[in-house]
C-alpha cells in the first residue's frame, strides 16, 4: 500500500489516460505518450520559455553551435545529472539517444537525424559533439529542445541497451528516469506519481523543491466537461485539461477560488502553439481555384467571432502562427506591415466574396448557394466536437450567408476525411512554428504534397504546390532566423501565403484551464509566468 500523503500536498488533476498501463519507456512503439504526465519522469538537454523567449538549460549546461556555418554542435552535460537509480548521466547517455534515433526507424525523429547528422562523438564524459551533413541553425531547438508537444528526452543507455528490443521494452514503474517523479502506482482510474526526495536538480541548483509531495492524474476520459467542471468547483480537483469559454466562465463564477491564466477575464486561456486554420485540399475543385479559397476567407467576419466567443477579447487571427514574442517581432516588421495592408487578410466583405466567384464562373441558385456545373461549393466543416463544439457552428452560419454549402461535421471519421484530401474544410491547428516563422512556412512546402490518390502528411492538410515558394523556403533552412535574406525572404512566403490564400486562419489556439486555489496557489499566470 502507498504511505500517506495528505491532500494539501497532494495535486490532483483530471486528465485522460489512454495509454497502455505500464508503458514508460519513451522509446516503447507504439504506447508511448510524452503526454498523461509522463514528462515528470523524462527531462530533455534543455527547454524554452516561450513567453520569456528564452533557453532554459537542463541536463545540459551549453548547446552552442561551434561552427559559423552550423555544421557542429557542442554539448556540454551538467555534471550532477544522476538517473532514479544513482547512475550519473553523461555522455554515454546522449550517444545512446542520438544513435537510436538514427539507427531505428520506430523513433519519432528518425527521419530529422537521418536528414541532418553525420556523426556523433563523445569528447569526454560530460562533452558531445554533433556534426551535421548540411547547415542545421534549427536542429537544436526543434528536436533537442524540449516544449510543448515537440523534442526529446534522454534516455539511460545502462537500461535500454540491455534490452532485445527497445520498442517492445514497457518500462514498467520501476524504469530508472531522471525527472522529479517516481510512477508509483497505475490503474485504469489513475496514476500516482510520488516526489523524489534525491532528485538531482535540486542539488545542482536546477530546482526548487517542488511543495507537491504526490500528483495524482485522475483519469477523466469518459466524464463530459460539466462532470469534470463540477468536481473542481466542488475542490475535489484542482485542474483539468482545457475547458470551453462559456465552462470556465461559469466555473469562475460558481467559487471564487478558482482562477485561470487570465484571471477573471476572458479569455481565460494562455496562447497554445496550434493556431486554427480552415484547410482544404488545394489540388481538388473548387478549392483548387484561389478565387474560391479567398471568397470564403472574406465570408468569415472574425470581429463578430472575438465577440460572441470571447467576450472581445483578441482571439481570431490571420497567421497561421502563434504570436509569441519572436513570432510577434516578425509581424510587427515594416514588410510584414505593408504585406497585410496590400492583401488585407482580415477583411470582412460579402460582396468583395461575391465578386470572386461570379469570375469563377459560379452563380447563386434558388437556395441562395453558389453553384457551377449543378454543384454547390462544398463547404462541410470537419472537426472535433470536444474542442472546436463552439466555434465550429459560428463558421457554419457566416459562410451560408456567403452562400456556401455549409454544415459542421463531427463524425469518428472526420480526421480521416481531412487525411483522404475529402471535399470540404478541415479546421485543424498548425503545431509548429514557435520562434521565427519557418516551421510552420514550411507545411506548405511541395515535399509534404501528396497526390489524391495518396493519404495527406499527417496535419499538412493543403497538398499546395509551388516552385517559387519552394525556393524561398529552400533558402531559408539553412540560414539563422536573424539573417536578413532569412527575414526578407520569411516575407516572401507570407506573401504567397496571403496572395494565394493556401489556407485560412481563424483562431489562435487557448488553453484554457481552470485552477483550483484551495489547496495550490502559485498557477501559471499571465501576471505569473513562473518560468515562462
Do not use: C
Amino acid at each position: 500500500p502507498l504511505h500517506e500523503v495528505p491532500r494539501s500536498r497532494t495535486l490532483v488533476l483530471g486528465w485522460g489516460t489512454q495509454s497502455p498501463i505500464g508503458v514508460t519507456n519513451p522509446w516503447a512503439v507504439p504506447g508511448y505518450t510524452h503526454q498523461e504526465g509522463n514528462n515528470l519522469l523524462w527531462e530533455g538537454l534543455s527547454y524554452y520559455a516561450i513567453f520569456a523567449d528564452k533557453d532554459i538549460p537542463w541536463l545540459a549546461d551549453s548547446m552552442e553551435y561551434t561552427k559559423p556555418d552550423f555544421a557542429e554542435l557542442t554539448i556540454k552535460l551538467n555534471t550532477q545529472a544522476t538517473w532514479s537509480d544513482g547512475v550519473p548521466i553523461t555522455s554515454k547517455d546522449v550517444l545512446f539517444t542520438f544513435e537510436g534515433q538514427m539507427k531505428n526507424d520506430k523513433l519519432p525523429y528518425h527521419a530529422q537525424f537521418n536528414q541532418y547528422v553525420q556523426a556523433v562523438k563523445a569528447v569526454d564524459d560530460q562533452t558531445v559533439v554533433v556534426t551535421f551533413k548540411i547547415p542545421a541553425p534549427r536542429f537544436k531547438f526543434e528536436v533537442l529542445t524540449l516544449k510543448f508537444d515537440t523534442g526529446i528526452p534522454i534516455v539511460p543507455e545502462h537500461v535500454l541497451s540491455k534490452q532485445a528490443d527497445v520498442n517492445a521494452f514497457a518500462g514498467g514503474l520501476d524504469m530508472p528516469h531522471s525527472g522529479p517523479y517516481t510512477l508509483v502506482q497505475w490503474d485504469k482510474n489513475q496514476k500516482i506519481y510520488d516526489l523524489r526526495a534525491d532528485w538531482w536538480a535540486i542539488k545542482a541548483g536546477r530546482a526548487l523543491p517542488p511543495d507537491v509531495r504526490r500528483v495524482t492524474l485522475i483519469n477523466v476520459g469518459n466524464q463530459d466537461n460539466s462532470t469534470v467542471a463540477q468536481r473542481i468547483v466542488n475542490n475535489e480537483v484542482d485542474s483539468s485539461t482545457g475547458m470551453p469559454p462559456a465552462v470556465i466562465g461559469t466555473m469562475l463564477e460558481q467559487n471564487a477560488k478558482i482562477t485561470s491564466y487570465t484571471g477573471k477575464q476572458p479569455p481565460y486561456g494562455n496562447l497554445d502553439w496550434w493556431p486554427v486554420s480552415l484547410w482544404m485540399n488545394t489540388q481538388l475543385a473548387p478549392y483548387s481555384d484561389v478565387r474560391v479559397r479567398r471568397a470564403i476567407s472574406l465570408a468569415i467576419d472574425r470581429d463578430t467571432l472575438d465577440e460572441l466567443l470571447y467576450e472581445g477579447a483578441k482571439v481570431t487571427t490571420i497567421y497561421p502562427f502563434p504570436l509569441y514574442p519572436g513570432l510577434q517581432r516578425f509581424v510587427d516588421s515594416p514588410a510584414v506591415k505593408a504585406l497585410e495592408a496590400t492583401y488585407q487578410p482580415r477583411r470582412f466583405d460579402l460582396d468583395a466574396s461575391a465578386t470572386l466567384m461570379t469570375d469563377a464562373g459560379f452563380t447563386k441558385n434558388a437556395d441562395g448557394l453558389w453553384q457551377k456545373n449543378g454543384q454547390t461549393v462544398n463547404a462541410t466543416i470537419n472537426g472535433f466536437a470536444a474542442f472546436q463544439g463552439d466555434i465550429a457552428p459560428l463558421l457554419e452560419e457566416m459562410l451560408k450567408n456567403g452562400g456556401f454549402d455549409a454544415s459542421v461535421y463531427f463524425g469518428a471519421d472526420a480526421y480521416q476525411h481531412m487525411r483522404d484530401g475529402q471535399p470540404g474544410l478541415y479546421l485543424y491547428g498548425h503545431g509548429a512554428s514557435l520562434t521565427d516563422p519557418y516551421a510552420t512556412l514550411d507545411m506548405y512546402h511541395s515535399r509534404y504534397s501528396r497526390p489524391q490518390n495518396q493519404p495527406a502528411v499527417d496535419g499538412y492538410w493543403s497538398r499546395y504546390k509551388n516552385r517559387l515558394y519552394d525556393t524561398l523556403l529552400d533558402q531559408m533552412a539553412p540560414l539563422s532566423s536573424d539573417d536578413p535574406l532569412f527575414q526578407a525572404d520569411a516575407a516572401k512566403a507570407l506573401e504567397i501565403y496571403w496572395k494565394e490564400q493556401i489556407d485560412i486562419p481563424v483562431i489562435q489556439w487557448l488553453h484554457r484551464i481552470p485552477f483550483n486555489q484551495t489547496y495550490w496557489t502559485n498557477w501559471p499566470t499571465r501576471e505569473n509566468p513562473a518560468g515562462g
